[in-house]
């Protein structure tokens, strides 16, 4: 959970930063929504690697175990029938 929350503040704030630089810079109207979009993706994509892998790490071992406690439950079932 707290992966999660790391990366997704970070996507944020990246957002956010790209936003204003292109809101400083000249970038207006419908032009600058698309294109803050657009350039923190790519910047994510490398700046944001670390954190991206922690997170989806954490979510593969939660579902991982989630799985595991369905199978311990559908065994326990399985055995008092």
């Known amino acids: 959970m707290r992966a ?18 292109l809101y400083v810079v000249g970038a207006r109207g419908w032009l600058l929504l698309p294109l803050a979009v657009v350039i923190s993706g790519v910047i994510s994509l490398t700046a944001l690697s670390r954190q991206r892998d922690a997170m ?10 989630f799985r595991q406690r369905i199978d311990e439950g559908s065994r326990r079932e399985d055995d008092v029938e």
């Open 56 to 65: 989806s790490g954490a979510i593969s071992t939660r579902i991982g175990d």
């Open 4 to 21: 999660t929350f790391a990366y997704t503040i970070a996507r944020i704030l990246l957002f956010a930063a790209v936003l204003g630089i």
